[in-house]
T-cell receptor, first 116, second 113 residues
Framework: ETGVTQTPRHLVMGMTNKKSLKCEQHLGHNAMYWYKQSAKKPLELMFVYSLEERVENNSVPSRFSPECPNSSHLFLHLHTLQPEDSALYLC???????????????FGPGTRLTVL | DAKTTQPTSMDCAEGRAANLPCNHSTISGNEYVYWYRQIHSQGPQYIIHGLKNNETNEMASLIITEDRKSSTLILPHATLRDTAVYYCIVKLPPPGGYNKLIFGAGTRLAVHP
């Protein structure tokens, strides 16, 4: 496997289910991100992990719970979701550098989530 | 981060150059211009970034006006595989090392035979 992988690629769940999305990066990066892309809306940053610590949480409801057990893996745990949470969930990674330098983000293919 | 304005959609004939404009009239001196694209049902892909000078890589060229209030991404020989949504993002390099990207609606480029 190369780059950033996400599983599952598609997920259908009921509002009372608990499920998890998995992201794995094979690039040796030390920062990972979750984004949400709803229909007709721009990508929204949800969470950022840097050196396995959560450094950003953009007012995301508690029914979304991220976990970063190591620098290569990122999870998004889902419980009691609403139909409006149906979206494409994208994971990305980058190499954290010295301040004020830039490294591109590499994105995974996303998980298409449908909440019934 | 400076606001950007891009056309909603553009068309381009295969083999011709695709010129995608981006207006960022409120850009500050230290803010960079970044371009990403998102092919249907895939994650975004980095294309190029620049500060003042024009930049070129294997994917595209970035032309930034002298006053830095606008820029143009150029795909020199567009192919059908270049059909995607193209995002122009203007921001400072991250102070903390990790990069927080804010995506707008972008330009939907359709390359046709």
């Amino acid at each position: 496997e190369t780059g950033v992988t996400q599983t599952p690629r598609h997920l259908v769940m009921g509002m009372t289910n608990k499920k998890s999305l998995k992201c794995e990066q094979h690039l040796g990066h030390n920062a990972m991100y979750w984004y949400k892309q709803s229909a007709k809306k721009p990508l929204e940053l949800m969470f950022v992990y840097s050196l396995e610590e959560r450094v950003e949480n953009n007012s995301v409801p508690s029914r979304f719970s991220p976990e970063c057990p190591n620098s290569s893996h990122l999870f998004l745990h889902l419980h009691t979701l609403q139909p409006e949470d149906s979206a494409l969930y994208l994971c990305a990674s980058s190499q954290e550098q010295l301040a004020y330098s830039y490294n591109e983000q590499f994105f995974g293919p996303g998980t298409r989530l449908t909440v019934l | 981060d400076a606001k950007t304005t891009q056309p909603t959609s553009m068309d381009c004939a295969e083999g011709r150059a695709a010129n995608l404009p981006c207006n960022h009239s409120t850009i500050s001196g230290n803010e960079y211009v970044y371009w990403y694209r998102q092919i249907h049902s895939q994650g975004p892909q980095y294309i190029i970034h620049g500060l003042k000078n024009n930049e070129t890589n294997e994917m595209a060229s970035l032309i930034i006006t002298e006053d830095r209030k606008s820029s143009t991404l150029i795909l020199p020989h567009a192919t059908l595989r270049d059909t995607a949504v193209y995002y122009c993002i203007v921001k400072l390099p991250p102070p903390g090392g990790y990069n927080k990207l804010i995506f707008g609606a972008g330009t939907r480029l359709a390359v046709h035979p």
